[in-house]
């Protein structure tokens, strides 16, 4: 049975482009075609730019007839709706830019153009990434392809669904507590967050500026590595990326891990962890010692500090981030009589609930009297937590944990309690605190066949190494070849 | 740590953010249950640990100071819900 052109990986649909089994405009169609038969029931997509993207594939294909080629020429892509595009609504999953046309694109989703992609549409996300099932889309909630009464993770679930639903190829999105690697796990498919500076955020709107990084939603591993190929490195728009050279990604995969040393944290293997997720991570970690890994255990002592540290420091810099929306120059403005109503009927009616909660936590926290108790404090804690991953890494290569301590909740079950939906991101917040990269890759499904990810998580700029072990366990499993 | 609503509708001015009864009154028990949770840290020694407001060691990153085009005054004013003549048309700052 031959597969559906939707169905290709992102790198053997490009080979087969290149052999000219097919061409963009019907792999492109393939794709909307998928997207029209079944974002109904999933809702992965705010935006589908049917007409651009065949403009863009037909173009695609122009070009390689004349003998041209690049990475992702005729490559039909989605991106999370937090990154600007040029002349394409991007909204943020806020009502308060439900119009917002941004006048330049994102340096990422630039290079994603640059390199032939063909844009298929903008992704749903909690309102301004802030949220970890989608429910916080000011729009709609999205469905877990895997079980629709249940959520895709967040915020990135719109890019997650997308993927594991085949209705992108690959997606983009931004991880800033695990908004990338909870909707791939959730959803079955790869997730990768880059270390902090590797990926240049600018056009990517602001939630927590010292968190957030752009990350890619992937069928495998090979797709997610090629992709960071093209988005990674410096950018005179981004002061915070980092001038280390961006190394060949996809060509240092191999199935060899042998040597490599994985750390396995006791905090991150406690009591509350769902025990299929508990079984399926150690399974997981078995085959990478059967493929040559030497497994240790390790500690991360200040673990349990890094939700509350990241609940201050993140929603302090959201407050500021977010103050830029006033009703004067873009979004949603009310109509109130003079500029100081003006700014908070705007803010109020234009915010959605998650929105004004962390809006507010963040202004409390930096208010006169508490930003020693609580901001500084939490600054201070945030240094002993990477601390203890620089210590570990001076042990291990890479460490391994589960991404979730459940797999995928139903929806409206967390909705009406924020500290519940918080814990869904404890073993992915303290990552970004350090500033380090991890991967989420697909490990088994539990009882009711819903996906549970692996996380293995790397120092800063360690990428290379991660990606290469993250693929040998990859290739040694059949999970990633198995879709909703 | 239980915030009053006094305090809600203060941090809620700050933030120029008009809430409702109803929101001041859940945010005023939710920021509590937050806070609640973020008690933990007082527990933590941190008197000679330094602060980490940002991960990279970049410091000083300098950039060549090269004209270049900006953007056009129609595209940076497109999205305005209001304006005139190339600028943003705001509402009263001034009663009266």
Redesign the interface.
Same mark, same amino acid.
């Given at each position: 049975m031959s597969k559906a052109l939707y169905e290709l990986t992102l790198h053997a649909a490009w080979a087969a482009l290149q052999r000219g089994d097919f061409s963009a405009v019907e792999l492109t169609q393939s794709l909307l075609d998928r997207i029209a038969q079944v974002d109904g029931q999933v809702n992965a997509y705010l935006t589908v730019t049917a007409e651009l993207a065949l403009a863009q594939a037909a173009a695609a294909d122009d070009r390689r007839s004349r003998g041209e080629t690049a990475p992702l020429l005729g490559i039909p892509l989605a991106v999370k709706d937090v990154l600007c595009t040029e002349g394409v609504r991007t909204t943020c999953g806020s009502r308060i830019l439900e119009?917002?046309?941004p006048?330049?694109t994102a340096t990422a989703v630039h290079r994603l153009a640059a390199a032939g992609m063909v844009l298929l549409g903008k992704t749903n996300t909690d309102e301004f990434a802030m949220g970890s099932s989608t429910e916080n889309s000011g729009y709609f909630p999205t469905h877990n392809p895997w079980d629709l009464a249940r959520v895709p993770g967040g915020s990135s679930g719109g890019s997650g669904a997308a993927v594991a639903a085949q209705m992108a190829m690959a997606a983009l999105g931004s991880d800033t507590g695990g908004s990338v690697r909870l909707p791939a796990s959730y959803c079955g498919v790869v997730g990768l967050k880059p270390s902090?500076?590797r990926v240049s955020r600018y056009g990517l709107v602001a939630y927590g500026s010292?968190l957030d990084q752009i990350g890619v939603l992937a069928k495998d591993v090979r797709d997610a590595a090629l992709l960071l190929g093209v988005i990674a490195g410096q950018d005179?728009h981004d002061?915070?990326t980092?001038p280390a050279p961006v190394p060949p990604y996809s060509q240092l995969l191999s199935e060899d891990v042998r040597g490599l040393r994985i750390g396995l944290p006791d905090e991150y293997f406690v009591e509350g962890l769902q025990p299929e997720v508990n079984a399926a991570v150690q399974a997981a970690i078995d085959v990478l010692a059967g493929l040559g890994a030497e497994v240790v255990r390790i500690s991360l002592p200040?673990t349990?500090?890094a939700?509350?540290?990241y609940?201050?420091v993140a929603t302090a810099e959201a407050?500021a981030n977010l103050?830029r929306f006033?009703?004067?120059?873009?979004?949603?403005?009310a109509d109130?009589?003079?500029?100081?109503?003006?700014?908070?009927?705007s803010?109020?009616?234009g915010?959605g609930?998650e929105v004004?909660?962390r809006?507010?936590?963040g202004?409390?926290v930096l208010?006169a009297g508490y930003y020693d108790?609580?901001y500084?404090?939490?600054?201070?804690?945030?240094?002993?937590i990477?601390q203890d991953f620089e210590s570990a890494f001076t042990q291990v290569d890479l460490i391994a944990s589960p991404v979730a301590p459940t797999t995928a909740f139903r929806l409206g079950e967390k909705v009406d309690d924020?500290?519940a939906m918080y814990l869904s991101d404890l073993f992915t917040i303290p990552l970004n605190?350090?500033?380090m990269c991890g991967i989420s890759v697909p490990c088994g499904f539990d009882a009711q066949g819903l996906p549970i990810g692996l996380q293995l998580m790397g120092p800063?700029l360690g990428e290379a190494t991660l990606l290469r072990a993250a693929h040998a366990y990859e290739q040694a499993t059949p999970w990633h070849s198995r879709w909703a | 740590m239980h915030?009053t609503s006094e305090e809600?509708r203060h941090?809620?001015e700050?933030?120029?953010?008009?809430?409702s009864e109803q929101?001041l009154a859940l945010?005023a028990g939710?920021?509590s $249950?937050?806070?609640e949770?973020?008690e933990? !840290?007082?527990q933590?020694e941190?008197s000679c640990? #330094? =602060?980490?407001?940002?991960?990279?060691p970049?410091v000083n990153?300098w $950039?060549e100071d090269l004209p270049a085009p900006s !953007?056009p005054n129609e595209?940076?004013?497109?999205? #305005? =819900?209001?304006r005139e003549d190339g600028f943003?048309r705001?509402?009263?700052?001034f009663?009266e």
């Amino acid at each position: 049975m031959s597969k559906a052109l939707y169905e290709l990986t992102l790198h053997a649909a490009w080979a087969a482009l290149q052999r000219g089994d097919f061409s963009a405009v019907e792999l492109t169609q393939s794709l909307l075609d998928r997207i029209a038969q079944v974002d109904g029931q999933v809702n992965a997509y705010l935006t589908v730019t049917a007409e651009l993207a065949l403009a863009q594939a037909a173009a695609a294909d122009d070009r390689r007839s004349r003998g041209e080629t690049a990475p992702l020429l005729g490559i039909p892509l989605a991106v999370k709706d937090v990154l600007c595009t040029e002349g394409v609504r991007t909204t943020c999953g806020s009502r308060i830019l439900e119009h917002f046309i941004p006048p330049y694109t994102a340096t990422a989703v630039h290079r994603l153009a640059a390199a032939g992609m063909v844009l298929l549409g903008k992704t749903n996300t909690d309102e301004f990434a802030m949220g970890s099932s989608t429910e916080n889309s000011g729009y709609f909630p999205t469905h877990n392809p895997w079980d629709l009464a249940r959520v895709p993770g967040g915020s990135s679930g719109g890019s997650g669904a997308a993927v594991a639903a085949q209705m992108a190829m690959a997606a983009l999105g931004s991880d800033t507590g695990g908004s990338v690697r909870l909707p791939a796990s959730y959803c079955g498919v790869v997730g990768l967050k880059p270390s902090y500076g590797r990926v240049s955020r600018y056009g990517l709107v602001a939630y927590g500026s010292s968190l957030d990084q752009i990350g890619v939603l992937a069928k495998d591993v090979r797709d997610a590595a090629l992709l960071l190929g093209v988005i990674a490195g410096q950018d005179p728009h981004d002061s915070t990326t980092m001038p280390a050279p961006v190394p060949p990604y996809s060509q240092l995969l191999s199935e060899d891990v042998r040597g490599l040393r994985i750390g396995l944290p006791d905090e991150y293997f406690v009591e509350g962890l769902q025990p299929e997720v508990n079984a399926a991570v150690q399974a997981a970690i078995d085959v990478l010692a059967g493929l040559g890994a030497e497994v240790v255990r390790i500690s991360l002592p200040n673990t349990d500090k890094a939700l509350p540290v990241y609940y201050l420091v993140a929603t302090a810099e959201a407050s500021a981030n977010l103050a830029r929306f006033d009703g004067v120059r873009y979004g949603f403005s009310a109509d109130s009589a003079n500029i100081l109503d003006n700014y908070r009927d705007s803010r109020g009616q234009g915010f959605g609930a998650e929105v004004k909660r962390r809006i507010m936590l963040g202004t409390y926290v930096l208010s006169a009297g508490y930003y020693d108790a609580y901001y500084l404090k939490a600054q201070q804690v945030r240094t002993l937590i990477k601390q203890d991953f620089e210590s570990a890494f001076t042990q291990v290569d890479l460490i391994a944990s589960p991404v979730a301590p459940t797999t995928a909740f139903r929806l409206g079950e967390k909705v009406d309690d924020p500290l519940a939906m918080y814990l869904s991101d404890l073993f992915t917040i303290p990552l970004n605190l350090a500033g380090m990269c991890g991967i989420s890759v697909p490990c088994g499904f539990d009882a009711q066949g819903l996906p549970i990810g692996l996380q293995l998580m790397g120092p800063h700029l360690g990428e290379a190494t991660l990606l290469r072990a993250a693929h040998a366990y990859e290739q040694a499993t059949p999970w990633h070849s198995r879709w909703a | 740590m239980h915030l009053t609503s006094e305090e809600v509708r203060h941090v809620a001015e700050l933030a120029k953010l008009r809430l409702s009864e109803q929101e001041l009154a859940l945010y005023a028990g939710q920021l509590s $249950a937050i806070l609640e949770y973020a008690e933990r !840290l007082q527990q933590v020694e941190t008197s000679c640990v #330094a =602060p980490t407001p940002y991960v990279l060691p970049l410091v000083n990153v300098w $950039a060549e100071d090269l004209p270049a085009p900006s !953007l056009p005054n129609e595209l940076a004013t497109a999205n #305005a =819900p209001d304006r005139e003549d190339g600028f943003f048309r705001v509402r009263a700052v001034f009663e009266e």
